[in-house]
Nanobody, 125 residues
Framework: QVQVVESGGGLVQAGGSLRLSCAASGGFFSRYAMGWFRQAPGQEREFVASTNWSGRLTRYADSVKGRFTISRDDPKNTVYLQMARLKPEDTAVYYC??????????????????WGQGTQVTVSS
């Protein structure tokens, strides 16, 4: 079973950039779609971005489209979330997750299984 650990969070001013990393271990990383989610205080966890197992398909929440980019580096067993033009409302704990199904044909309706412990992103105004 693939396990993941997030890193790269921190404090940044509005308009700035951060790159989050999600390092995977314990399984065949390249077979699985990967996703990023976030949870702000007092709010439910929400979808941010996902990439399919090949990296050719990506999907974004409307709130981050055009500002965030998800990518994967299979030789490094890592998925990234490049965040630009950050806003205070992007402040949240960001989580990485692994699809439960290998080689899923679509990027819709992914059921995520393994989750990381999260990394805090704080955007100051």
């Amino acid at each position: 079973q693939v396990q993941v650990v997030e890193s790269g969070g921190g404090l940044v001013q509005a308009g700035g950039s951060l790159r989050l990393s999600c390092a995977a271990s314990g399984g065949f990383f390249s077979r699985y779609a990967m996703g990023w989610f976030r949870q702000a205080p007092g709010q439910e966890r929400e979808f941010v971005a996902s990439t399919n197992w090949s990296g050719r398909l990506t999907r974004y929440a409307d709130s981050v489209k055009g500002r965030f980019t998800i990518s994967r580096d299979d030789p490094k067993n890592t998925v990234y979330l490049q965040m630009a033009r950050l806003k205070p409302e992007d402040t949240a704990v960001y989580y990485c997750a692994v699809d439960r199904t290998p080689y899923r044909a679509t990027i819709e309706s992914i059921t995520f299984g393994s989750w990381g412990q999260g990394t805090q992103v704080t955007v100051s105004s």
